[in-house]
């Protein structure tokens, strides 16, 4: 690479790097906005996701049938729990959180009869215990596990821009010793 093209890399870098460490710090400031803001956006991811796992289900052929039929559940569940989200965003927050919760059940025992036979099977079994447990604990404290989702957010934006920076200030500098 050139050396205007490192130092652009670097600038990209380090304006990520900014902006994540200012979003982490905003977020850890005003978790309450925060809060309220993931719902609107879990709202729409939601109703992505959900349409997605619909059109998965209704026309991957391959798929057994059990497996659609997760799919066009989970898809259906998740494009209800997008559009009252985005309807009352800040009522929905106990909702949001249960439905998280269903949907990484769900999500987890899909992941654990979908596991190729193959050597990725590990990591969808993994994946599949990981969403499970993750959905039990949400539904055991659905309020303060989205506060405590806010939280780790926050962290690691922080935790992320601080790491990109020091990126930023490193990029390209092994390129500069093996060229001198």
């Known amino acids: 690479m050139s050396k205007s093209e490192i130092t652009g890399v670097r600038i990209a870098i380090a304006v990520s790097a900014v902006l994540a460490i200012v979003l982490g710090i905003l977020i850890l400031v005003w978790p309450q906005s925060t809060i ?100 039990i604990v949400v539904l055991m404290s659905p309020l303060e596990s989205i506060a405590v989702l806010v939280v780790v957010g926050g962290a690691f934006l922080i935790a992320s821009g601080v790491i990109q920076l020091m990126q930023a200030f490193t990029f390209g500098r092994a390129t500069k010793n093996v060229t001198a």
């Open 36 to 135: 309220a803001l993931v719902a609107l956006l879990f709202g729409l991811y939601f109703l992505v996701s959900g349409a997605v796992r619909v059109g998965r289900g209704i026309f991957t052929n391959g798929a057994s049938g059990g497996s659609r039929v997760v799919n066009i559940l989970l898809g259906v569940l998740l494009l209800v729990a997008g559009i009252i989200a985005i309807r009352n965003p800040l009522d929905s927050l106990v909702v949001l959180a249960l439905v998280i919760g269903i949907s990484w059940i769900i999500e987890g025992v899909a992941a654990l009869v979908e596991t190729a036979p193959d050597s990725s099977k590990w990591f969808g079994t993994i994946l599949g215990v990981v969403s499970v447990v993750a959905g």
